[in-house]
């Protein structure tokens, strides 16, 4: 567990800086060999880009590092449990193994909805390790959604008051 613990600490990191630009904070890295060859975080507003999510990020950025759109041999590092269109993407690149920090229950597709990443069905499955630094990946988005909603509500009043 301490070198899963290693890697999603640089996954928030990554999450941070999308906090830090008002972007959702999701942060992703991917592993080869026990060294980070990509690093990304979620960016859909200011790239104004539905597919601009960290998984993606990373996994664009490992697929030029390792010369290959197969990151086989590699593990990935996610803060939020993978959405759909990102679990398909792990599936895709054949990503063996997806380490996850806390679950999405709206929107996860690596075991809360549906879980993609397992399904036999596919020619390609991830082991998945859940739940590490939990506590720590939970409590950034709570702070996140807590911020925007009273920056939503002072929005509000502001413009109340001028009319």
Partial sequence: ME??????????????KAYKIGEVPI??????EDKIIARGYNRRKIDRNTLSHAELQAIKK????MGDWRLEGCTMYVTLE????????????RIPRVVIGCMNPKA?????????LQMPQFNHQAEIVRGVLEEECSQLLKD?????????RQEKEEKKSDN
């Fill in 108 to 116: 996860g597709c690596a075991g809360s909805i549906l879980n993609l």
């Fill in 62 to 65: 490992a697929s030029r590092v």
């Fill in 82 to 93: 993978p959405c759909q269109m990102c679990s398909g993407a792990i599936i895709q690149a």
């Fill in 144 to 152: 996140f959604f807590k911020e925007l909603r009273v920056r939503v």
């Fill in 3 to 16: 070198i899963e613990e290693k890697y999603m600490r640089e996954a928030i990191r990554q999450a941070k």
């Fill in 27 to 32: 942060g992703c890295v991917i592993v080869y």
